[in-house]
């Protein structure tokens, strides 16, 4: 079945740093999303791109579709305490809008 | 805008007995609502889509007399967790797609933390 190879699992990094997370597919996907997860709550959109080649920024984070529409980037610049939590890609479907999920990056930031 | 909203956000109830969370689109209407179950530590995992008016598409491995899904109208899906046992306590979540006036996007519900005792 369709997959996304998300990665890093886990950063470690320190406040003020920025941070880089990647999804490949073995698919071509119409749309890739990036969603934010606190625990215990739902995910939350951060970007959406729906272009192949897009790049697209919301503040801190910036995000690419890329060319081949197999494979996204998120970025996120000058992390600070409240970017803590875990990032999914997620490949959209067009033929049902079904989401495919990456398996996750936890981000946390050391004191 | 695009707010999704699920009560309760959390239960506890007993072995045997059925639960309905509900999942709502507070400021869109959604014709599709997609149901997630989440373990800990990991990502979400599709149970069911539903579309309003018609019957909800199960994901294989998921039991449709077991989990029942309700789309009646465009803002509103159910989930009843029938007979439930403790296998089933999980950290279920809802999303809405918002086609109208822009880029297809889901928006989710903030999830329902179940536990069967």
């Known amino acids: 079945g369709q997959q996304l190879n998300q990665s890093p699992q886990s950063m470690f990094i320190q406040e003020g740093e920025d941070v880089s997370m990647n999804c490949t597919s073995s698919?071509?996907?119409?749309?890739w999303l990036w969603y934010k997860q606190d625990p215990g709550e739902g995910p939350v959109l951060l970007i959406a791109?729906?272009?192949a080649g897009e790049l697209t920024s919301n503040g801190r984070l910036t995000a690419q579709f890329g060319i081949t529409r197999k494979d996204s980037f998120l970025n996120i610049s000058a992390s600070i305490p409240s970017d803590v939590g875990i990032y999914f890609c997620?490949?959209?479907?067009?033929?049902?809008?079904?989401?495919?999920w990456g398996a996750g990056t936890k981000l946390i930031i050391k004191p | 805008g695009a707010v999704v909203s699920q009560h309760p956000s959390r239960v506890i109830c007993k072995s045997g007995t059925s639960v309905k969370i509900e999942c709502r689109s507070l400021?869109?209407?959604?014709?599709?609502m997609f149901w997630y179950r989440q373990f800990p530590k990991q990502s979400l995992m599709l149970m069911a889509t539903?579309?309003?008016?018609?019957?909800?598409?199960?994901e294989q491995g998921v039991e449709k007399d077991k989990f029942l899904i309700n789309h009646a109208s465009l803002t509103l899906s159910t989930l009843t967790v029938t007979s439930a046992h403790p296998e089933d306590s999980s950290f279920y979540i809802c999303?809405?797609?918002?086609?109208?006036?822009?880029?297809?996007?889901?928006?989710f519900g903030p999830g329902t933390r179940l536990t069967v005792l």
């Open positions: 400021d869109f209407q959604a014709t599709t």
């Open positions: 999303s809405a797609r918002d086609r109208a006036g822009g880029p297809d996007t889901q928006y």
């Open positions: 997620a490949g959209q479907l067009k033929s049902n809008y079904q989401l495919i």
């Open positions: 698919s071509i996907f119409n749309t």
């Open positions: 539903s579309n309003e008016g018609s019957k909800a598409t199960y």
């Open positions: 791109l729906y272009k």
